[in-house]
């Protein structure tokens, strides 16, 4: 049987092992696949029994151009790289990984905001460009410093991850409220379940943990951010595209939105022309909510446990049932 892995480096850069996946079949390893040239995806599966990919997107052409594949599995939660009604239509489950970075993505999370309350990266180079020394004041700020106790936490999408933050930030002296469909015992014992207006008008934070969906698709927008209160500040690092970016962008320039944490943008890695580069107290880091080494190794681990799963009959974590 012969295994494929598209894009293998994001996930183990070298510090992390593969063998899981030899005692399956031939495995061939890419660092890199084109994530636009559909004729060299093509070409590097075309053979293949086993498909696994991260980001390197394997449409309905690519499924019907390789006639081999048995199986396909996403190294990530999100699965819209892959074509599964097509994948569904030939008999090809496509299986996902799961609640592998709730505690990885729940800590960045937190991690943004006490950045934005703090600066702390800042305030260490000022301190290594001699600022300190030089300073007349025995201590000095070039940001108002925030402090999170009894201040309100709205976070929108409170499943694991959502609650794992919202977990912290109770443990911070925050007061949480959340917003989504589902709600859960283990969610009121965290939070407080409230409609989407509320949370905009009462939050002093605004946290994203939901998935991308026609509902949720720029959910951050000029209309929403209306009803906040003014100096909000907004968390992301969920899905870029739950964020209007420009709207965010104008309003962190004129204050309605005193700073912004963004670990994810709409079109990724992120593009010189994207506004979010030029707005007031916006941190943008790069998609990195995800990747400590613990929360890859627990990655790859169910990655391997999904393809045995398949091997045996009884594949799990299938998208496209």
Not at 103 to 132: K, P
């Amino acid at each position: 049987m012969k295994i494929v892995i598209l894009d293998g480096y994001t996930l183990n850069p070298g510090d992390l092992n593969w063998q899981g996946f030899k005692k399956f079949g031939d495995l061939t390893i890419y660092d890199r696949t084109s994530l636009t040239d559909e004729d060299e995806i093509i070409s590097r599966i075309s053979d293949a029994e086993i498909v696994f990919t991260n980001k390197t997107p394997i449409k309905a052409n690519t499924i019907n151009s390789c006639p081999n594949i048995k199986f396909i599995g996403v190294l990530a939660t999100g699965y819209d790289v892959v074509d599964i009604d097509v994948a569904r239509g030939k008999g090809i489950p496509v299986t996902n990984i799961p609640t592998y970075g709730t505690s990885s993505v729940g800590q960045f999370a937190i991690a943004l905001l006490l950045e934005i309350c703090h600066h702390i990266g800042h305030h260490n180079q000022a301190v290594h460009d001699g600022r300190w020394e030089s300073s007349p004041d025995w201590c000095f700020w070039d940001y108002p410093l925030i402090e999170l106790d009894g201040k309100s936490m709205g976070i929108i999408g409170f499943g694991r991850i959502g609650q794992n933050t919202g977990t912290i930030a109770r443990a911070l002296g925050m007061k949480v409220l959340a917003n989504d469909a589902i709600q859960n015992d283990i969610g009121r014992e965290i939070a407080t379940y409230v409609e989407l207006d509320e949370l905009f008008h009462k939050s002093d934070i605004i946290a994203l943990h939901c998935p991308l969906l026609p509902s949720t698709r720029g959910i951050i927008n000029k209309e929403n951010i209306s009803k906040m209160k003014d100096g909000v500040i907004i968390i992301n690092n969920s899905r870029g595209p739950l964020i209007v970016e420009q709207d965010l962008s104008d309003a962190l320039n004129i204050g309605k939105v005193y700073a912004a944490g963004i670990d994810v943008v709409s079109s990724e890695p992120i593009k010189g022309d994207n506004p979010l580069l030029k707005a007031k107290n916006c941190i943008i880091t790069p998609h990195i909510s995800w990747a400590p080494k613990e929360s890859r190794k627990r990655l790859l681990d169910i990655a391997v446990d999904n393809l045995a799963h398949f091997v045996k009959g009884s594949p799990i974590n299938v998208v496209n049932k």
